[in-house]
């Protein structure tokens, strides 16, 4: 199966490839996002005209997989996120650094996430204190402290998996849509400021 979105054909032909994220940044970038010190990864970001805004190191890796990302074109899973950035994810058999976690990713875009779930109540209230820390420090997407989720934990959690599916994007590539939000019914947008809104209702004739 193949379709044509924006103009770039997409190959959805099995198998789906399967990449390593930690290998295929350092493919790219020549940093190891697993190894390397965060002045390392600050120095690439910088050479790429990147300046984060949080300088934490998860933010540094997500900043560096955002310069690489586009490179993906067909389906292809991504998989063994650093913990850093992956804090309900359960940490790795084989790597304590990096989760058993995936993504697919199609045209640089993520249209699943997955991975199985950390259900260590100590290892998730330790993740939950350094969210915490990054809201503090001004981080609006760091997770808030869940502390009667720590609880539930603590009662027990058999090992278990979870898969969230991005219907709405899929949608987008098959209807061809430029945009997430040419496909959702109620989307989410920024408002205008009142200047702007005034010019646009003063060209359109409205009395404003």
């Not at 540094?60 to 998989?79: G, M």
């Not at 790795?92 to 993504?103: G, I, N, Y």
Request: proline share 7%; charged share 40%; net charge negative.
């Amino acid at each position: 199966l193949k379709i044509e979105y924006q103009g770039v054909e997409i190959d959805f032909s099995r198998p789906w490839k399967r990449i390593d994220m930690r290998d295929f940044i350092k493919e790219r970038l020549g940093v190891d996002i697993v190894e390397d010190p965060d002045d390392v990864l600050l120095k690439k970001l910088k050479e790429k005209g990147v300046e984060p805004a949080m300088k934490t190191r998860g933010h540094l890796i997500e900043k560096l997989w955002d310069l690489v990302e586009d490179e993906i074109v067909n389906p292809t899973f991504l998989l063994n996120h650093p913990v850093e950035i992956s804090p309900l994810a359960k940490r790795h058999r084989d790597d304590p650094r990096v989760t058993e976690r995936f993504e697919l990713i199609i045209f640089g875009r993520e249209i699943a996430n997955a991975f199985s779930e950390l259900n260590d109540p100590v290892d998730q209230m330790k993740r939950f204190e350094e969210q915490a820390k990054l809201r503090e420090a001004g981080d609006e997407e760091a997770h808030m402290m869940d502390r009667d989720f720590v609880r539930a934990l603590e009662y027990g959690m058999p090992p278990v998996g979870g898969l969230g599916l991005g219907i709405d994007r899929f949608v987008m590539f098959v209807t061809d849509s430029p945009s997430i939000r040419d496909v959702i019914p109620f989307p989410l947008v920024r408002p205008i400021e009142f200047e702007e809104e005034e010019k646009v209702l003063d060209e359109r004739g409205a009395d404003v």
